[in-house]
């Protein structure tokens, strides 16, 4: 647990700041996600792919007008898992292609939910270093769910799309863009930055 520690808090840092109004409710979801991954939103496409398809290109095409400042193409939820959210405005301002997108998301392997042993408990203990207000045990008690819960209005616009695994963008960037660096999150990752 101790080396999942730092990284998390990391992650939660870069979440805190993107959304510094947000509830432990927000934290529950991200916990989820880290842990359980894309497979419920491959599944819902599986069920239904042009309800899905066109569901996702109607938010692509509002999605940079309800983006956040300071909000990075990618965002790393999970570590060592390569998890990560695909910001649809900072995708859509870096000129991927939504087709395109939509077809890597909705290719993703399905996962089955499993928790990472001693995720929730590292994000418990990252929590406080990264500038959360909640104790270890209010985290460890209201952020084991085992359904991802809607974020809160308090967290503010939210328009991403979950990642098993973030190396899939390098293929759907323009030719020119930046290179996806090794950390996500990080500053770099801007879609402004993108030429």
Same mark, same amino acid.
């Given at each position: 647990m101790e080396a999942l520690i730092i990284p998390m808090r990391d992650i939660l840092a870069l979440e805190w700041r993107?959304?510094?109004?947000?509830?432990?409710?927000?934290?529950?979801?991200?916990?989820f996600q880290a842990s359980c991954g894309a497979g419920h939103m491959?599944?819902?496409?599986?069920?239904?792919?042009?309800?899905?398809?066109?569901?996702?290109?109607?938010?692509?095409?509002?999605?940079?007008?309800?983006?956040?400042?300071?909000?990075p193409l990618l965002q790393r939820i999970s570590f060592p898992r390569p998890a990560a959210r695909l910001h649809l405005g900072p995708a859509a301002i870096a000129g991927m292609d939504p087709e395109a997108v939509f077809e890597a998301l909705a290719g993703q392997p399905v996962t089955t939910p499993a928790a990472e042993t001693g995720l929730l408990e590292a994000v418990a203990c990252a929590a406080r270093a990264a500038g959360l207000p909640w104790s270890a045990?209010?985290?460890? *008690?209201?952020?084991?769910?085992?359904?991802?819960? *809607?974020? *809160?209005?308090a967290y503010g616009p939210a328009s991403y799309r979950l990642?098993?695994?973030?190396?899939?963008?390098?293929?759907?960037?323009?030719?020119?863009?930046?290179?996806?660096?090794?950390?996500?999150?990080?500053? *770099?990752?801007?879609?402004?930055?993108?030429?």
């Open positions: 993107l959304h510094p109004s947000m509830t432990i409710v927000d934290l529950a979801k991200l916990v491959v599944r819902a496409v599986a069920a239904d792919p042009a309800g899905m398809r066109n569901a996702f290109l109607r938010e692509w095409g509002t999605a940079g007008g309800r983006t956040l400042p300071g909000t045990e209010e985290i460890m *008690s209201r952020c084991a769910v085992e359904t991802p819960p *809607s974020h *809160s209005a990642l098993d695994d973030w190396h899939v963008v390098e293929g759907l960037l323009p030719a020119g863009a930046l290179p996806v660096p090794a950390f996500l999150g990080d500053q *770099s990752t801007r879609a402004t930055a993108v030429t």
